[in-house]
Structure formats: structure tokens, C-alpha cells
């Protein structure tokens, strides 16, 4: 409950900082009035409460990540020769037992009295080091403001030096962001690495059969395994497929009649509640679709003397689609609204009809974006899950017949990944390999659709 405090803390004195800053260039401007400041006093106020709050939030950050292994470790360095720890698995398994009894779980552990004395000088170095911490804050905040408050002067550049420090923290989130994404594209390329040295690329990349159940015994059936991921991919493909045979044409029809024949009210209306089916939790869709479409095409399909699984890729493509409708109609609409009026006005001009000049005109206007839309929706069906999980089956059979039962790579994601797995055999580590590939084809798609927008794009006045 520190850090809250803390932040709260940090909060109301950065608050009082603004306004001493800001009161205190008012001040310096004198008789001259406000235009002989460089910077509204705003800024000025601005620039001291950033100067009060930003090294203490650094300060905060600092003891959260590494109060912890900082107090454990201190503690420890006591108590491991008492407890003769020899080995690092010792030592990491009596640092277990010590954070369990500092959480209040640690019943089995509290009969050891060298880790319960452990655990109260953790309590007590912890104790010891919020007070401290909550001093040196207050004596820091204090330090920081009064150094800046007493520079303030009108050739104080103060709002050069708070655009600064906004462009330093902007580029530090994208940073941060840039390099999220690639530690995890690199974690998951280590990992298919590792899955490559145990299988062949070309068995996994050109297989046609996907078994990755592996032994715990070697004296058991069946350990080798098969890898092969072409069942995988054409399952997903062919789900994706059906997905967007239903929400492209739906999607597109439904931004042409929103941008080009509805009126203001009806669009007003009918716009937001079409998008609701985006704020829908992808789990319920599955729930439809394994519970009502599912049992209706199998209902269906054996009226009609064919043969459907009860889990089918129909299923589980039509309420994809469905799911899917929402994202291509919020791009087509926003792309046909951004073909320009003049378009419309010379060609009714020339003659021609409404339904001529959306034909002829807007769609040709507007097609590299829509073409980009629905290759972005594509990328979204291909990472679908839990649908497929619920109404497709776990099943991968090579077949492009929509009413047998089919996989999705992500579903066998979460499969290989779901239960106590070791990093060490090929069935953990496939996951890793189809995460990648999965990777790859996204990439591969939303490069396309870049490289389309970007090339066919009208440039308009």
C-alpha cells in the first residue's frame, strides 16, 4: 500500500508546485505585465511541478522493482549458513518459503525459526525503508522545487523546456514500445529455434499430419510425434475464409448504405449499434456458436442427408464473420467519407444516377482502402481463439470440406502452452514455432495492406 500513498503524495505536492510557480512568475512580470514574460505563467508552473514530481517518481520506481530482491537477499545473506544452504535450487526454494511467510502464507514454513526470524527482519528492514523513503520524497520534492522556483525569472524559457521534457517522455514510450515488440518477437524466435534443432523446418513447414502428443516415458507408444503444421494453417485459412465470405460483403454494403443513403438521424443511430458487436467478449460469441449455430447446422445438414460434425469450421467461420462485420464496417465507412464531395458533384453533373456514381466514382476512390480494411480483418480472423476453441474442435484434419471438425493455430497454441509443461520437449516448443509462423503471416498481411493503401491512394485537394 506504499506506493499508492506515494503516488498520491507525489500528486498533491507536484499540485502545489504549479501553483507556486505559476504564482511566482505572475510575481517577477511586475509592472510590465504578462508580455514581458517568454512564457505564460502556466508554463512556468508546469515546468516546477514536473521538476518536483518527476525525480520522485523515478525514485518510486526504483524501490518497487527492486526493493523486493534487495530486502531478500540482504535477509538471506543472514540466515543461509544457519540453514546450510548449499545449492542455488536450496537457496531458491528457502527464498520461496520466505516471501510465503511475508505474504501471511508461509504455515509450514513457520517451524523453521531461522525463517521466521528472516521473515521479521524483512518485515522490519521493509517497515524501516517505506519511512525512509516517504522522507527522503518529501525532502527531494521539497529540494527540486525550491531550486526551480527560485530561478524563475521572465527569461526563463519555460515553455521550451516543458515541450522538452514532453517530447523526451514521448519518445521514451515509443521506445519503450519498440522495444516490447522486440523482445517479444525475439523471445518466441529463441524458443522456435530450440524446436528447429529437434525437428526439421521442412517436416514442420510441409507435414501433413499435426500429432504433437509426446511420451513422458521413453517405454511408451507414441513418443516421437509428428509436426507437421499444414493441417493447422489450412484449418485456419479455411475458418478465415468462410469469416470473411460473410463479413466482407455484409460490412462493405452496410458502409455503403451508412455513408451514401442513409439519412443523419438513421445514421446516428444505426452506426453505434452495428459497432456494439465489436464490444461483444469474443467468448460469448463461441458460446453462440457452440450452443445455437452449431446444432442448427448440424440440425440442417442432416435433413438434408450430410454428413456434420457437431463442431464444424462453418460454425465457427459464420459467427467469425459475424464478429468481423463491425471492424470492415467502420473502415469502408470511414474511407468512403473521406472520398471528396466533388467526385459525387461531377458526376452527377455529367449525368449520371446515384447508384452509377457509388459504382463508378466512390468505390474506385475508396478501393485501396477498403481492400486494406479487409486485409486488416483478415489478420484479425487469423488470430481469432476462443470461437474456434468452442466451435470448431481440436481436431486437425486436411480437409476443406466446412462441415468436418478443424484446428486454428492459435487454438493449438493454447493447448501445447495449457497445463505443467517443460521447455524442453518439442510439443511445448511447437507452440513457439506456430506463434512464429502465425507472426509471419500477419506481418506478411499487414505489409500488403500497407503497401496497397499506399500505392493506390488518390491524392485529393
Not at 514521448?170 to 529455434?193: M, P, R, Y
Not at 470492415?328 to 452509377?356: F, K, M
Request: contains cysteine; neutral net charge.
Amino acid at each position: 500500500m506504499i506506493v499508492p500513498l506515494l503516488l498520491v503524495c507525489i500528486l498533491v505536492c507536484s499540485q502545489l508546485a504549479y501553483w507556486l510557480g505559476a504564482r511566482r512568475a505572475s510575481r517577477k512580470a511586475g509592472a510590465g505585465g504578462l508580455s514581458s514574460l517568454h512564457s505564460r505563467p502556466q508554463y512556468y508552473g508546469m515546468l516546477t511541478a514536473l521538476w518536483c514530481g518527476l525525480p520522485a517518481l523515478l525514485v518510486v520506481l526504483v524501490w518497487f522493482f527492486f526493493a523486493e530482491a534487495f530486502l531478500t537477499s540482504t535477509v538471506m545473506e543472514k540466515i543461509a549458513p544457519s540453514l546450510n544452504l548449499a545449492t542455488p535450487e536450496e537457496i531458491s526454494l528457502a527464498e520461496n518459503d520466505l516471501k510465503n511467510m511475508v505474504a501471511g502464507h508461509g504455515i509450514m514454513a513457520a517451524a523453521n525459526p531461522f525463517l521466521q526470524q528472516a521473515a521479521e527482519d524483512y518485515l522490519r528492514l521493509k517497515a524501516i525503508g517505506e519511512k525512509a523513503l516517504f522522507v527522503v520524497l518529501l525532502c527531494l520534492m521539497t529540494a527540486t522545487s525550491f531550486f526551480l522556483w527560485r530561478r524563475i525569472s521572465p527569461e526563463m524559457r519555460a515553455r521550451n523546456h516543458v515541450e522538452l521534457i514532453i517530447r523526451a517522455f514521448l519518445i521514451l514510450c515509443s521506445t519503450l514500445a519498440v522495444f516490447t515488440t522486440l523482445g517479444i518477437v525475439l523471445s518466441v524466435l529463441f524458443e522456435s529455434i530450440r524446436f528447429f534443432q529437434l525437428v526439421p523446418i521442412t517436416d514442420f513447414l510441409f507435414g501433413l499430419k499435426w500429432s504433437p502428443q509426446m511420451a513422458i516415458r521413453a517405454d511408451q507408444v507414441g513418443s516421437s510425434g509428428s509436426f507437421g503444421a499444414v493441417p493447422v494453417f489450412a484449418g485456419t485459412m479455411l475458418i478465415s475464409f468462410i469469416a470473411m465470405l460473410v463479413a466482407a460483403p455484409v460490412g462493405l454494403m452496410s458502409a455503403i448504405y451508412l455513408a451514401e443513403y442513409a439519412g443523419k438521424k438513421f445514421r446516428a443511430v444505426a452506426k453505434p449499434l452495428l459497432e456494439i458487436l465489436a464490444g461483444v467478449p469474443t467468448v460469448v460469441y463461441g458460446f453462440f456458436a457452440a450452443l445455437t449455430v452449431a446444432p442448427a447446422i448440424r440440425s440442417m445438414g442432416t435433413g438434408l442427408g450430410l454428413s456434420v460434425s457437431s463442431e464444424s469450421a462453418l460454425a465457427a467461420g459464420l459467427v467469425m464473420g459475424v464478429m468481423i462485420i463491425p471492424f470492415v464496417l467502420s473502415i469502408s465507412d470511414d474511407v468512403i467519407n473521406a472520398v471528396p464531395q466533388a467526385l459525387r458533384d461531377g458526376s452527377y453533373g455529367l449525368g449520371a444516377t446515384r447508384s452509377e456514381t457509388i459504382r463508378l466514382v466512390v468505390i474506385p476512390a475508396a478501393l485501396p482502402g477498403i481492400v486494406g480494411g479487409m486485409l486488416l480483418a483478415v489478420s484479425r480472423a487469423i488470430g481469432e481463439t476462443m470461437i474456434v476453441v468452442m466451435a470448431a474442435g481440436l481436431s486437425a484434419n486436411l480437409t476443406a470440406n466446412p462441415l468436418q471438425a478443424v484446428t486454428t493455430v492459435t487454438v493449438q497454441i493454447v493447448t501445447l502452452l495449457v497445463g505443467d509443461q517443460e521447455f524442453d520437449s518439442p510439443k511445448t516448443l511447437a507452440a513457439f514455432a506456430l506463434g512464429l509462423l502465425l507472426f509471419v503471416v500477419t506481418l506478411a498481411l499487414n505489409i500488403v495492406a500497407l503497401y496497397v493503401v499506399r500505392k493506390y491512394r488518390e491524392q485529393y485537394e
